[in-house]
């Protein structure tokens, strides 16, 4: 059985004891209204024996009963008003200890911190014996972190004037890779923390101060070569290797990728359910034809260029559920084509629009099948596109 957590079970301890106490509370001022009426019924029969008694101090029944109506009525009213009082100064504070609950994010805190042990020092070891523990640990190859390292290290962020000084960039960006190369309970702060040997703001503070260095450097990678460019005579040569020399100038690749979510979505949930049956984000990427495309998990619409997989354009923020067609209207490139050079053009699949800048395959008519042009047409255009789809499926 699931275990319901700590917070739930003191609240329903709280509710509980709120109920047992104010049936408490009812019972008593009930027994009190029940003894008052008794004793006003022997007051009743009192008056009435002694009636003689009466007529001797010259007072009337009626004068009699109304005298003692009031006595009893005033000692059964602040009796009742007594014990109500006292129950709802207890009723006042479990209401409050009911709200200091749900409000308090740390219920317990442990008087003794949670032990730390580093595990930074094995990723040295990784890296020159193990690569393959070191991609699982950071996600990428070592000398790829080299370079991200020596990209960053002179940001800005990562100087300050405090007497505090900061963790060499090497072990914030390790930090960095091994928070956002994880997902679910592994994580948090706390787990990154405990595997690197610092506090949660320490992780936090990392991640933050690496994002930016890493946004700053956003346009030397992610743009569209010049047509005299190294890159695009590389594109240009392999889209001809793959086809013939009339395509040779078709040198970028547009293809999508789903980014999966941890978790079903609290609002709008629907519109993030794939075709898949996974909740996801709808990426685009368009490439250039050779750079390995980092693994993602939304469902990007990127660009890229063929021979070396660089991404030149790309989407991101689409919900799952998105046709790949209007998700990659959020790319600069659909939105102005005039970014493309001059007699160049992109390579898609059938998803896509068919444009004069967006080269897509034939797709079956109602009527019929293809013809043997249509069919040679679009298997040579697999030959191209096929490497960029095969680069983005596992990362699905």
Request: glycine share 4%.
């Amino acid at each position: 059985m699931p275990r319901v957590s700590i917070c739930k079970e003191i609240l329903q301890v709280l509710d509980d004891t709120v109920i047992t106490v104010a049936r408490m509370r009812n019972e008593e001022i009930s027994a009190s209204l029940d003894s008052s009426d008794l004793e006003l019924t022997d007051c009743w029969t009192d008056t009435s024996s002694n009636s003689s008694l009466s007529d001797s101090f010259s007072l009337s029944p009626m004068s009699l009963s109304s005298m003692s109506l009031d006595s009893e009525s005033t000692g059964t009213i602040s009796t009742t008003e007594m014990i109500d009082e006292q129950y709802n100064q207890l009723l006042s504070e479990l209401r409050a200890l009911h709200d200091e609950v749900v409000t308090t994010c740390v219920l317990e805190r442990p008087t003794k911190p949670m032990p730390k042990a580093s595990q930074l020092h094995i990723l040295e070891h990784c890296a020159e014996h193990r690569p393959d523990q070191f991609r699982q640990k950071l996600r990428v190859d070592p000398h790829i972190f080299d370079d991200i390292l020596d990209q960053i290290s002179d940001h800005p962020v990562f100087q300050n004037q405090s007497n505090n000084r900061q963790l060499p960039v090497a072990i914030q960006l390790a930090v960095f890779l091994f928070h956002a190369g994880h997902y679910g309970n592994a994580c948090t702060p706390e787990d990154v923390a405990q595997w690197a040997g610092v506090s949660a703001g320490t992780v936090i503070n990392c991640t933050h101060r690496v994002m930016a260095a890493v946004l700053d450097q956003h346009d030397q990678f992610i743009y569209i070569p010049d047509v005299q460019s190294e890159d695009m005579r590389k594109a240009r040569m392999f889209a001809e290797s793959r086809a013939c020399r009339a395509w040779r100038n078709g040198v970028f690749a547009a293809d999508g990728s789903a980014i999966n979510l941890y978790a079903r979505p609290g609002m709008f949930a629907d519109a993030f359910y794939d075709r898949k049956s996974r909740f996801s984000l709808n990426c685009q990427v368009c490439v250039d034809d050779l750079i390995s495309v980092s693994k993602l998990t939304l469902q990007p619409k990127t660009t890229i260029m063929p021979h070396n997989l660089m991404i030149v354009d790309y989407a991101l923020g689409q919900p799952g559920r998105m046709h790949d067609a209007y998700a990659f209207q959020g790319t600069q490139m659909s939105q102005d084509p005039t970014l493309i050079p001059p007699r160049h053009w992109i390579w898609a699949d059938s998803a896509y629009p068919s444009e004069t800048w967006c080269a897509v395959p034939f797709k079956k008519s109602r009527r019929g099948n293809l013809s043997r042009r249509q069919h040679l047409y679009n298997r040579y255009l697999s030959k191209v596109h096929t490497i960029f789809s095969t680069c983005t499926r596992p990362q699905q």
